[in-house]
């Protein structure tokens, strides 16, 4: 069986005849010429082909938004949005990067659990869909700010379920959770917004967990999220706008992770849809999905470029101009319990054999590390590494300001054209 990286570079992007790297039809030796490393590149077709998937998939019962925070660029949110993708968005910057994406402010809805009353005054402001209340505070202060703006708000019920799904059962005694209200005070919530005259109650949203590789687990959790739904409809006694059932699909990023199937997530789908048929309350509303990692992660690679190869007492180290500092999830330090290489590439691979090697970054600290033992050819000064799976809580979710380094350059490529979206330094 090839290795993760070998299969990922199968499924989306290309080697030529020399070996090299090709992303949408464009070698990684050029692009990195040209704009230096390191450097993140998105894929806009693999974006394009995975959303297409997905909404098929899902077609009959949900659509498929896209979740900001997952890759906030506006060049990157543009190609969903293109796609037909409302935005979800957790700040007042990621309204306005979802805006200048050109997603209408009418298919952005914005979920988070501590709401600035200026981010709320900046959405409302703006005509946002939907905002999703997750705490007491939050409801007050959405009613404040809906009542200086002279405007009704649609709200959702974002609800900490009181079961948790494992291997597509749901058990009771959900976590505690900073994150929406407990199932147990659903019915306290719901008439707590029913009495307030600028908040209209469109529906209920439920996120259970991310990085979700079974198809049982995730359809478990939807039909969870239904029978919320319908208990929230009756309490309020209409029928739902909105069911938000969240994002939470996963991609493999570890040899022996297996990619989510969307043909099972299909074939489960039909029993869905019979349920919310089936409830008068239910059948109108809009469901919604909201996935970031599932869309944007597979299309995007992170280049580095090799400083130094460095033997210390038997180990070596391969040391880059790339690391946690740009990309945190790869060091294995964005809320790993154990530490694992992402698939990792070298961008020439002439088939020379691969040995099991440290790739690290130029941080001064032993946290920086990109592999700990990644199948790689023998790599010198100069060479070229990609980080696969990259396109997904990347940059945006790293320490960029550790060790003053500049932010990296990113790049979307898409028809056979390399499109600068921000540039080195910026
Ligand atoms: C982060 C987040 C998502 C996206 O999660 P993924 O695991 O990337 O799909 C969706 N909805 C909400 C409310 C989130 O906070």
């Known amino acids: 069986m090839p290795d993760l990286a070998t299969a990922l570079i199968a499924e989306n992007f290309a080697r030529d005849a020399g070996g090299v790297l090709h992303v949408g039809g464009l070698a990684l030796t050029e692009l990195t010429k040209e704009f230096g490393t390191p450097l993140f590149v998105y894929d806009a077709g693999t974006m394009r082909r995975t959303y297409r998937a997905l909404r098929e998939a899902v077609a009959g019962f949900a659509e498929v938004d896209f979740s900001v925070k997952a890759n906030p660029n506006p060049a990157v949110i543009r190609v969903f949005g293109q796609e037909g993708a409302g935005a979800e968005i957790a700040s007042g910057a990621e309204f306005d990067a979802a805006l200048r994406a050109g997603v209408a402010a009418e298919r952005i809805l914005f979920a988070g659990p501590g709401k600035s009353a200026a981010d709320l005054d900046r959405v409302i402001g703006g005509g946002i869909g939907e905002i999703h209340l997750e705490n007491r505070e939050e409801m007050a202060r959405v009613a404040a700010a ?7 708000v649609r709200v959702a019920l974002r609800i900490n379920p009181g079961a948790t799904a494992q291997g597509g059962a749901m058990r009771m005694g959900g976590k505690p959770s900073p994150f929406g209200f407990d199932e147990e005070e659903m019915e306290a919530a719901i008439d707590a917004v029913e009495a307030m005259p600028r908040l209209r109650l469109a529906g209920l949203h439920l996120f259970a967990g991310t990085q979700g590789l079974k ?41 022996g992770d297996t990619a989510l199937d969307l043909a099972a997530i299909r074939a489960g789908l039909p029993a869905l849809i019979a349920t919310l048929r089936a409830n008068p309350l239910l059948a109108p509303a809009r469901v919604v999905l909201e996935p970031g990692r599932y869309l944007a992660g597979p299309a995007g690679l992170y280049l580095a470029r090799v400083l130094a190869v460095k033997e210390s007492r038997g180990s070596r180290f391969v040391i880059t101009d790339g690391g946690m500092h740009h990309h945190l999830a790869a060091s294995g330090n964005l809320g790993q319990i154990v530490k694992r290489d992402f698939p990792l590439a070298a961008v020439v691979d002439a088939g020379s054999e691969c040995t099991a090697t440290a790739v690290v970054g130029p941080l ?37 300001g550790f060790l003053s380094h500049p932010m990296p350059a990113e790049l979307l490529v898409e028809g056979g054209e390399a499109e600068l979206i921000r540039a080195r330094g910026a």
């Open 364 to 400: 001064c600290t032993p946290l920086d590390m990109l592999a700990r033992a990644a199948p790689l050819p023998p790599l010198a000064e100069g060479d070229l590494v990609a980080v696969l799976q990259s396109g997904a809580y990347g940059l945006t979710a790293s320490p960029t």
């Open 215 to 255: 198809a049982e687990t995730l359809l478990g959790q939807w039909a969870y999220g239904l029978g919320l739904a319908a208990r929230m409809a009756e309490r309020i006694g209409r029928p739902l706008e909105t069911i938000d059932l969240g994002g939470g699909l996963g991609i493999p990023y570890f040899s």
């Open 146 to 152: 809906a009542e200086r703006h002279g405007v009704t």
